[in-house]
């Protein structure tokens, strides 16, 4: 099968589908008090953001097969290259970060400092299109389907009014009313998961590459 004839939503469907599942499953085991409900998921097992690197790799995987090659190479060491840029940016900002204060100026601070981390991301998700287009493509529509799957659990989660992570908002796990929630967590999941998923899940993807194109 040929790059062109290889579906980006087929290619995506099954993942998007198993995220969802795991979605779901961390949204009964914090409701069920089996996984601790602690704002930004405290890096779980059982959580989606590392089924990045799995997928980025499928996906690296699957296209090389389909004759998919990137634009430069090597395509890992520049993804490599910019996620310590990300890193590093990342560390700076919140390295002042008091992950106990609930405050409001607390927060305020969180907000434009984390602003400051989506213009990061955005822009080495940029880079990231740049280096495999297809690869960076593909991460990109997977990672809109699976965060609008979290969307719906956090909507869900709050109408219930249940004590989970997907309705605590910054390090100190402050709770809002639901637009403001709903608010902060599109801004989260479409503004910085979204081009975390482009730029991380490049890397792996792109060990998979075979050569360049031309």
């Given at each position: 099968m040929s790059d062109a004839k290889l579906s980006t939503t087929r290619l995506i469907l099954l993942p998007s589908i198993l995220t969802l599942g795991v979605s779901i499953a961390r949204l009964v085991c914090e409701v069920q008090g089996v996984i601790p409900p602690t704002s930004g998921g405290a890096l779980s097992p059982l959580g989606i953001g590392w089924l990045i690197l799995l997928f980025g790799g499928y996906f690296g995987f699957r296209?090389?097969?389909?004759?998919?090659?990137?634009?430069?190479?090597?395509?890992?060491?520049?993804?490599?290259?910019?996620?310590?840029?990300?890193?590093?940016?990342?560390y700076w900002l919140f390295k002042d970060i008091d992950p106990n204060n609930s405050s409001d100026s607390a927060f305020l601070m969180f907000a434009e400092k984390f602003l400051a981390l989506i213009i990061a991301l955005g822009c080495a998700a940029l880079?990231?299109?740049?280096?495999?287009?297809?690869?960076?493509?593909?991460?990109?529509?997977?990672?809109?389907?699976?965060?609008?799957?979290?969307?719906?659990?956090?909507?869900?989660?709050?109408?219930?009014?249940?004590?989970?992570?997907?309705?605590?908002?910054?390090?100190?796990?402050?709770t809002k009313?639901?637009?403001?929630?709903?608010e902060a967590t599109s801004i989260a999941q479409f503004g910085l998961w979204v081009p975390a998923t482009v730029v991380f899940?490049?890397?792996?993807?792109?060990?998979?590459?075979?050569?360049?194109?031309?």
């Open positions: 296209l090389t097969r389909a004759g998919s090659t990137p634009n430069v190479a090597p395509p890992a060491l520049w993804s490599l290259l910019l996620i310590l840029a990300v890193l590093g940016v990342g880079g990231t299109m740049l280096l495999w287009t297809r690869l960076a493509w593909t991460l990109f529509c997977y990672g809109l389907f699976a965060r609008a799957g979290v969307m719906v659990i956090t909507w869900l989660a709050k109408y219930m009014d249940w004590d989970t992570h997907y309705t605590k908002l910054g390090p100190a796990g402050v009313d639901m637009m403001a929630t709903l899940g490049a890397f792996i993807g792109g060990l998979f590459a075979k050569g360049k194109r031309s």
